[in-house]
């Protein structure tokens, strides 16, 4: 005890000396308005993990204070906060690689993924992952997946009409959640490894388990100890911040336990690509495959190691099955209180399916699904509106000056139109404030609605992100390098759920509430301890 008592106030006395070290030579952000932290040691860091609805407080303060405000951290650390187009363009379009993850995204990120894309420390390493990556995503290869995606969203559909709604021709209240996040893990399994999870034939198999409920059970609101202790990190090697995920806890034991279930599973299906490739056999088109042929086709300094290699495919499984699950399941609540859209997306499949059956195809291609206006416009809406990553962290490199397209005002009353930031200053880009902007959004920006993507599509100066100027891939250098197959993917199962159902709010209307569990998640008011979940009426056509 008395030697974590000597850590905890030589880290508390090196910040200090690190904080007056800053506010004497270097740029302060102390200038800026920001809410007042309740507390030195813990800043307004727990209003924001405990927070009813993910972002509740941000809008909050993007209308009190602007695009830019200032918020307190541990130990009363002060973080910029940015929602401002201007300024996102700039950390991290412009200077990306300037701009790292802070130690505890990068660390967080390799609790959950390991030595993955998600985890990598600079530059150098980045775009060593990025560069093998890419032949794995480029727009050719991911279209060759939508008859994949079909099989697994067709497969659910049979199930619930099969099996679920046999003996309910008026419909009956599902957990829509659960079946999804079901439903990609299985596709992602055949499109990352060529390999079936069978999660849908099985809700116990070990990789569905493990990944059920995964965030909520480790990240929904953290102790006041394991916040503060996360906000040490920066003080800490990261040669020992690589054994947190050893420690005994909820967080680190759920996240080492699941990594240890998909590593076993990835490492088994490399060894098998790479024997194959030794064999001559290039024939196959899965991600994993295409990843080991990159690698092995580059120069052997520059190779991803078997480590790396394994974490790629944690990083592809997590993400690929739970964000896309996650917003697929936010779209079907916003079309179950939007019946009249629902029924306009229904009509317009109703047409494209007349026309595929007229031409005598057996499905939908690439160009009939993207030809979709309110699909596409359902989709884009739902990403801005729900962002499932909603803030991110990054560290400034070096000093520079971060400039505004919206200025803001100061304690003392002055406008200010860019901010100069010391090495050091930790970012939050804020996805959830940006994608509300109305500046950039228009007055109904805290409403969703498609149609803003139909009739009056947006006009920006300033574009931002991978997809639709939305921030909900993350933007640049650093961008979801999966992004085009989370689109995709989406793409071919919602157009097979609102064809075949029709999803309107359960008779006991529910209050969803979107917490902040690492991603933003759905869970019903009141019973939080059955953890995440959508329950809404679904009824068969």
């Known amino acids: 005890m008395s030697s974590l008592l000597v850590l905890v106030a030589i880290s508390l006395a090196l910040s200090q000396l690190i904080r007056f070290y800053r506010w004497l030579f270097h740029h302060s952000i102390s200038y800026l308005r920001g809410p007042v932290a309740d ?49 996102l363009q700039h950390v991290l379009h412009k200077s990306g690689y300037h701009y790292p993850k802070n130690t505890e995204a990068r660390i967080g990120s390799f ?20 560069k093998i990556m890419n032949p794995a995503f480029t727009a050719q290869q991911l279209r060759s997946f939508l008859p994949l995606f079909r099989r697994g969203s067709n497969k659910m559909c049979q199930l619930w009409k099969d099996e679920v709604l046999a003996q309910a021709p008026t419909g009956m209240t599902i957990a829509v959640n659960q079946w999804l996040a079901r439903t990609t893990l299985d596709v992602i399994g055949e499109a990352a490894f060529d390999f079936s999870f069978g999660a849908l034939d099985d809700a116990d198999n ?51 336990y699941t990594l240890n279930i998909i590593n076993k599973v990835s490492k088994s299906l490399i060894d098998q690509k790479s024997e194959d490739l030794l064999s001559g056999d290039k024939s196959s088109k899965d991600v994993m495959s295409v990843l080991v042929r990159a690698n092995s086709s580059e120069n052997p300094r520059s190779q991803l190691s078997e480590e790396e290699m394994v974490s790629q495919m944690a990083t592809l499984t997590l993400a690929g099955h739970e964000t896309t699950a996650n917003t697929i399941t936010w779209l079907l609540y916003e079309l179950a209180k939007h019946p009249e859209y629902q029924q306009k997306m229904r009509e317009e499949i109703a047409v494209k399916r007349a026309e595929i059956n007229a031409r005598g195809d057996a499905d939908f291609t690439m160009d009939d699904l ?44 002055e406008t200010v139109s860019e901010i100069p930031i010391a090495a050091g200053q930790i970012i939050m880009p804020n996805i959830a404030a940006y994608n509300r902007l109305p500046q950039v959004w228009g007055d109904d920006a805290h409403e969703w609605n498609p149609l803003r993507f139909i009739d009056d599509s947006p006009e920006v100066q300033v574009r931002l992100g991978m997809f639709g100027n939305l921030m909900s891939f993350s933007a640049g250098v650093r961008g979801c390098i999966g992004w085009r197959f ?48 959508m329950p809404l009426h679904v009824t068969p056509l």
């Not at 996360?230 to 090697?237: K, T, V």
């Not at 759920?497 to 690492?518: C, D, M, Q, T, Y």
Request: proline share 6%; with cysteine; charged share 25%.
């Open 370 to 413: 993207e030809s979709m206006q309110y699909l596409h416009a359902a989709l884009k809406e739902t990403l801005r509106y729900h962002p499932i990553v909603y803030h991110l962290a990054r560290e400034a490199s070096k000093d520079d000056v971060i400039p505004l397209a919206y200025p803001v005002t100061t304690i003392k009353g």
């Open 39 to 87: 507390s030195f040691i813990l800043g307004n860091v727990r209003e924001f993990t405990y927070q009813e609805s993910v972002g509740d407080l941000d809008f909050r303060y993007m209308n009190e204070y602007g695009t830019a405000w200032r918020m307190k951290s541990i130990l009363g650390s002060d973080v910029l906060m940015i929602c401002d187009p201007k300024a």
């Open 111 to 130: 609790n959950v993924t390991g030595r993955s894309i998600l985890w990598a420390p600079n530059s150098d390493i980045h775009s060593r992952h990025r």
């Open 206 to 256: 070990e990789v569905s388990k493990a990944y059920h409920n995964m965030f909520a059970d480790s990240l929904l609101y953290p102790s006041a100890w394991s916040t503060i202790f996360r906000g040490l990190w920066r003080f800490i090697p990261d040669q020992l911040l690589f054994y947190v995920r050893y420690l005994p806890t909820r967080e680190y034991t759920r996240f080492r």
């Open 486 to 533: 989370s689109l995709i993917e989406m793409q071919a199962i919602v157009a097979d759920l609102v064809e075949n159902f029709k999803f309107s709010i359960p008779p006991e209307k529910p209050e969803i509430i979107r917490v902040p569990a690492g991603i933003m998640g759905p869970m019903v008011k009141g019973k939080m301890h059955e953890g995440l979940q």
